[in-house]
């Protein structure tokens, strides 16, 4: 029996081995005796910080809910003023990161802010101890910050949940007599139940990773564990074993979300549903729901952005400098590289899976893909694990011959870089996959019918059709790799900085107007995801509503 391997299984088999090795020593490494700082924290402050990630992740879960739910109903099945408009303006929040709303609110309502240097002045208060104001800088204000910028991830998922239920079951147990917030409750929730498990999932594993915001707050949780444990303590062991306990949780989530994606799998698709079919809703409760969509972005989005633009005017001249420019570039650079190798990477490893009719040749693919839910400072640890290895086989190997280079891999932009692809490459293999189902395998036998070769097939029919979905992979991870934080600041290399690092350093002295001009450059571009999500998302709509007629 002849055995053979061909050029596309050893790409995609190297990148789903390299890209999962990280996760395979840290697990190793979380399993090494550390009696010294693992034991002494786990019997002093490790329970809290596992309380408190519990009581952040239920807290966002929980308000994320009330937020997002009754706008996806809103939104699919009702008639208000603004409607078509709140649609995808809903989704803006998404382009935020999260501690830049931190950090915005808290200027705002801190002691020193303006809201309470009004109040005082307003009616004769002197200190703290003439009235009482709530204190942003606490769990609960970590709670309602993080809610504010990923709601939006339940919205969408419900939104189209909804939108795939046929409105003739609304209008069935309309006819039974049950009103629209019946019906909501009774037919709408029950049917999207595993639409909306997936995307709390979600939410609960990015709460989890949320590093800048907890630090900022002073709340301390897991993920400021790992980065404290190295940092304060130089245990690279016990934040391994730290990761670990959060991987517990990860994979529990993970879970939770494939259970309910199986779930969803059972129910009963009903067609395309129209305006005609949707409640027309009286001009007070119009007026209500219109102005619970305008304030959910009012301070989700607007009231941030603004603050943000005034801080850009008053402090142009500081804070429109070199370093802006220096760190913009070098941000720009990073993040279009890891498109790059993520979209490449997607590439082949999936055009590997469409020639194989084996289903062990999917396994690359689940192995690669599996970074995207490690929390960021998780993820520079386990990537920090194989490349310190490798510099020290390096520079004992050269150690004979030649000075030692040094840190080679650990301490340059190769790790930053490995980690980013390691955390993102599940986007574009996602994204690459669906564009890839949507092309007829037809068009594979009538290429191969010519004489052509694989690659010829690749290069000549697919990629051209894949063109659209590649582009969309990219900008994904490009805007991604702009917001991202936690691994960029454990593993950058000496003298450099993202946007997000300068911003996180500005913030963290208080000086958050100094960083106004690079903190709105993020924001605005994550926008650009949002338009061509959103313009795929109307076409999509436009040809299944012509295809119907």
């Given at each position: 029996?002849?055995?053979s391997?061909?050029?596309?299984?050893?790409?995609?088999w190297?990148a789903?081995?390299?890209?999962?090795?990280?996760?395979?020593?840290?697990?190793?490494?979380?399993?090494?005796?550390?009696?010294?700082?693992f034991?002494?924290?786990?019997?002093?402050?490790?329970?809290?910080?596992?309380?408190?990630?519990?009581?952040?992740?239920?807290?966002?879960?929980?308000?994320?809910?009330?937020?997002?739910?009754?706008?996806?109903?809103?939104?699919?099945?009702?008639?208000?003023?603004g409607?078509?408009?709140?649609?995808?303006?809903?989704m803006?929040?998404l382009?935020m990161?999260?501690?830049?709303?931190?950090?915005?609110?808290?200027?705002?309502?801190?002691?020193?802010?303006?809201?309470?240097?009004?109040?005082?002045?307003t009616?004769?208060?002197?200190?703290?101890?003439?009235?009482?104001?709530?204190?942003?800088?606490?769990?609960?204000?970590?709670?309602?910050?993080?809610?504010?910028?990923?709601?939006?991830?339940?919205?969408?998922?419900?939104?189209?949940?909804?939108?795939?239920?046929?409105?003739?079951?609304?209008?069935?147990?309309?006819?039974?007599?049950?009103?629209?917030?019946?019906?909501?409750?009774?037919?709408?929730?029950?049917?999207?139940?595993?639409?909306?498990?997936?995307?709390?999932?979600?939410?609960?594993?990015?709460?989890?990773a949320?590093?800048?915001?907890?630090?900022?707050?002073?709340?301390?949780?897991l993920?400021?564990?790992?980065?404290?444990?190295?940092?304060?303590?130089?245990?690279?062991?016990?934040?391994?074993?730290?990761?670990?306990?959060?991987?517990l949780?990860?994979?529990?989530?993970?879970?939770?979300?494939?259970?309910?994606?199986?779930?969803?799998?059972?129910?009963?698709?009903?067609g395309?549903?129209?305006?005609?079919?949707?409640?027309?809703?009286?001009?007070?409760?119009?007026f209500?729901?219109?102005?619970?969509?305008?304030?959910?972005?009012?301070?989700?989005?607007?009231?941030?952005?603004?603050?943000?633009?005034?801080?850009?005017?008053?402090?142009f001249?500081?804070?429109?400098?070199?370093?802006?420019?220096?760190?913009?570039?070098?941000?720009?650079?990073?993040?279009?590289?890891?498109?790059?190798?993520?979209?490449?990477?997607?590439?082949?490893?999936?055009?590997?899976?469409?020639?194989s009719?084996?289903?062990?040749?999917?396994?690359?693919g689940?192995?690669a893909?599996?970074?995207?839910?490690?929390?960021?400072?998780?993820?520079?640890?386990?990537?920090?694990?194989?490349?310190?290895?490798?510099?020290n086989?390096?520079?004992?190997f050269?150690?004979?011959?030649?000075?030692?280079?040094?840190?080679?891999?650990?301490?340059?932009?190769?790790?930053?870089?490995l980690?980013y692809?390691?955390?993102?490459?599940?986007?574009?293999?996602?994204?690459?996959?669906?564009?890839?189902?949507?092309?007829?395998p037809?068009?594979?036998?009538?290429?191969?019918?010519m004489?052509?070769?694989?690659?010829?097939t690749?290069?000549?029919?697919?990629f051209?059709l894949?063109?659209?979905?590649?582009?969309t992979?990219?900008?994904?991870i490009?805007?991604?790799?702009?917001?991202?934080?936690?691994?960029?600041?454990?593993?950058?290399p000496?003298?450099?900085?993202t946007?997000?690092?300068?911003?996180f350093q500005?913030?963290?002295?208080?000086?958050?107007?100094?960083?106004?001009?690079?903190?709105?450059?993020?924001?605005?571009?994550?926008?650009?995801?949002?338009?061509?999500?959103?313009?795929?998302?109307?076409?999509?709509?436009?040809?299944?509503?012509?295809?119907?007629?």
């Amino acid at each position: 029996m002849r055995f053979s391997i061909s050029r596309w299984q050893v790409i995609a088999w190297s990148a789903g081995i390299i890209l999962t090795l990280p996760l395979i020593f840290l697990i190793f490494e979380s399993l090494i005796p550390d009696p010294d700082v693992f034991d002494h924290l786990w019997n002093t402050v490790l329970w809290d910080y596992t309380y408190n990630t519990f009581v952040l992740i239920f807290g966002v879960l929980a308000l994320s809910a009330l937020i997002a739910l009754p706008l996806g109903w809103l939104v699919a099945y009702c008639d208000f003023p603004g409607k078509k408009q709140f649609e995808w303006a809903l989704m803006l929040p998404l382009a935020m990161p999260t501690y830049i709303i931190a950090y915005v609110y808290t200027d705002l309502l801190d002691y020193a802010g303006p809201i309470q240097i009004w109040l005082r002045n307003t009616f004769g208060w002197q200190n703290p101890d003439d009235y009482w104001f709530f204190d942003i800088r606490t769990l609960p204000g970590a709670i309602v910050m993080i809610a504010l910028v990923l709601y939006p991830y339940l919205f969408l998922i419900f939104k189209t949940a909804l939108r795939e239920q046929s409105f003739k079951l609304v209008q069935a147990s309309q006819l039974m007599g049950y009103s629209a917030i019946q019906s909501f409750f009774k037919v709408s929730l029950p049917l999207a139940r595993g639409s909306i498990v997936a995307a709390l999932a979600l939410i609960a594993m990015e709460t989890m990773a949320d590093f800048a915001t907890v630090n900022y707050f002073a709340v301390s949780t897991l993920t400021t564990a790992v980065y404290d444990t190295w940092f304060g303590y130089y245990s690279l062991t016990a934040a391994a074993k730290i990761s670990g306990i959060m991987l517990l949780f990860v994979f529990m989530f993970l879970s939770i979300e494939r259970f309910s994606r199986r779930n969803k799998a059972v129910h009963e698709r009903g067609g395309v549903n129209n305006d005609a079919m949707l409640y027309k809703l009286s001009k007070r409760n119009g007026f209500l729901a219109t102005s619970f969509c305008c304030l959910v972005l009012l301070f989700a989005f607007f009231i941030p952005v603004s603050i943000l633009v005034s801080y850009a005017i008053s402090y142009f001249d500081q804070a429109f400098n070199s370093e802006f420019f220096l760190y913009a570039w070098q941000s720009l650079k990073l993040a279009s590289i890891v498109s790059f190798i993520c979209v490449a990477l997607s590439l082949f490893v999936v055009f590997n899976q469409r020639l194989s009719t084996k289903s062990i040749d999917l396994i690359p693919g689940r192995m690669a893909s599996m970074g995207y839910a490690l929390p960021g400072t998780v993820l520079a640890i386990a990537v920090l694990l194989p490349l310190s290895l490798l510099d020290n086989a390096v520079n004992q190997f050269v150690r004979p011959f030649m000075e030692e280079p040094g840190l080679i891999f650990s301490g340059t932009l190769v790790a930053i870089t490995l980690a980013y692809v390691v955390r993102f490459y599940a986007i574009s293999q996602g994204t690459i996959e669906a564009s890839f189902s949507r092309i007829s395998p037809s068009l594979d036998m009538a290429s191969r019918s010519m004489g052509k070769t694989p690659g010829q097939t690749l290069s000549k029919i697919h990629f051209p059709l894949l063109r659209r979905g590649m582009l969309t992979a990219a900008l994904l991870i490009f805007i991604e790799c702009m917001k991202e934080l936690p691994a960029a600041l454990l593993l950058r290399p000496f003298d450099f900085d993202t946007l997000a690092t300068h911003v996180f350093q500005y913030v963290s002295d208080e000086q958050l107007e100094l960083a106004s001009i690079s903190a709105l450059f993020i924001v605005l571009v994550g926008l650009l995801p949002l338009y061509f999500i959103t313009s795929s998302m109307e076409s999509a709509k436009l040809e299944e509503e012509t295809a119907n007629e």
